[in-house]
């Protein structure tokens, strides 16, 4: 037999028996990144064929539209590119499980959220790495190219900075600015916990969550938890359980000790985990081990979303008595990714010209993002929808759009066109 029908022979077995052949992937983008030499490109709207159509796009035709712009600079959105374009920031300091590896480095994740915006939100996205770290010099330099863009997506800007650039570019911009590591994957968290709460029959209101992993995401996710009227949330970082008054604490962090933690409970994560009806994990792999499952309440809810080592495998979870677990890992059941999130949030914000994303929109994109579950599919391994569902863009992006027009933060309401 031919070495090729005995490939194809493995090929149908796997189908078969639905085992899957291993693909080095980070060979496999290596290949691609280099035959590509990246993975997106401008591609024009308007063919340029003949001199009528240079004059046209280009001079005299489009001093026009320029001076139209001039005379109203909210012609801006009818006239160009800007209504639908986001620049993705980055100085290049938290990148993936990578960390700080520099402007450069972090181009190619750039460039794949911005392809991500583009294939799941039809949201044109540009990479923009800045060879800074100042958070003083990257607010500037957002500010400075912001007529271009309708939002701003910061990327990968290590914490605490993310906080401080965000809030100010927040006040200081009439345009959508987001952190999405924080929120996207916030709005994702609470949109899977909404629907594993519909398995397991719990209330919100009965909740001890616990929450390990103190950074961008973390903070981010706690904060939205709090809009859900949870009993508690312990949060635990690398030092132990943070608590209102703990001394080493920075003060976004000491904030959160303020509203979190009710009982001033301390110690470290197995004193936090004791109960708990839910653990969340946004911080390192193998943090929590089936003994510590044991220790909680009935029923438990476990989401190890650390890459690439989630704080716990399934497998050792369930054997702990964990009834639900999620993770950030495409090949295990319920997948909890931002990618569900952050190209619907930006495209329902700039479809009505929102001037912001507020606590409001978010909780309501993480109420639509769990809607698209019904009854009849909710279980134990499919309790968000796959990345792959083109309807989680529209439906989030819908959500945003009225909650903006219901707050008054949209300058163009009603509209729901792409």
């Not at 001039?70 to 209504?83: A, G, I, R």
């Not at 009982?263 to 994990?281: E, H, P, Q, S």
Request: proline residues 6%; glycine residues 6%.
């Amino acid at each position: 037999m031919s070495s090729k029908l005995i490939y194809i022979e493995i090929i149908l077995f796997s189908l078969l028996f639905n085992i899957s052949l291993q693909i080095d992937y980070n060979a496999e983008s290596l290949r691609l990144h280099y035959n590509k030499n990246g993975k997106i490109e401008l591609q024009p709207k308007i063919p340029v064929k003949t001199k009528d159509d240079l004059s046209i796009v280009y001079d005299p035709g489009v001093t026009e539209p320029a001076r139209k712009i001039q005379f109203d600079l909210n012609n801006v959105y009818k006239y160009t590119l800007k209504s639908h374009t986001v620049a993705v920031v980055t100085d290049g300091t938290a990148v993936l499980g990578l960390g700080d590896i520099g402007p450069e480095a972090a181009l190619p994740v750039m460039e794949g959220k911005a392809l991500l915006f583009k294939e799941f939100g039809e949201v044109d996205a540009f990479p923009i790495c800045l060879d800074t770290k100042d958070p003083e010099e990257i607010i500037k330099t957002v500010k400075y190219i912001a007529p271009t863009f309708g939002g701003i997506n910061l990327e990968d800007i290590s914490s605490p900075r993310c906080f401080e650039i965000e809030d100010k570019l927040i006040r200081e911009l009439n345009i959508p600015v987001l952190h999405t590591d924080q929120h996207a994957t916030a709005i994702a968290v609470n949109a899977g916990l909404i629907n594993a709460l519909r398995i397991v029959k719990k209330e919100w209101q009965v909740l001890k969550i616990v929450v390990v992993g103190a950074g961008a995401a973390g903070l981010s996710t706690c904060r939205l938890l709090m809009n859900f009227n949870p009993k508690d949330i312990i949060l635990v970082n690398k030092k132990g359980i943070i608590y209102d008054g703990r001394p080493d604490l920075n003060p976004i962090v000491m904030k959160m000790a303020k509203i979190t933690n009710r009982n001033k409970l301390k110690g470290n994560l197995t004193d936090a985990i004791k109960d708990a009806d839910v653990f969340i994990g946004l911080s390192t792999g193998k943090v929590l081990t089936r003994k510590l499952v044991e220790l909680m309440a009935k029923d438990p809810i476990v989401f190890a979303l650390a890459n690439p080592d989630p704080e716990i495998m399934p497998e050792e979870a369930i054997a702990g008595g964990a009834r639900i677990v999620a993770t950030g890992r495409p090949e295990f059941p319920n997948h909890i990714n931002n990618h569900l999130v952050f190209p619907g949030l930006f495209r329902g914000a700039l479809m009505v010209r929102a001037t912001s994303i507020v606590e409001d929109m978010k909780v309501g994109a993480a109420r639509a993002l769990a809607s698209l579950v019904s009854d009849r599919e909710l279980n134990e391994k499919f309790i968000i929808p796959d990345v792959f569902d083109k309807r989680c863009a529209k439906v989030i992006a819908n959500e945003v759009a009225s909650v903006a027009e219901k707050l008054a933060l949209a300058k163009n309401p009603g509209n729901r066109e792409w």
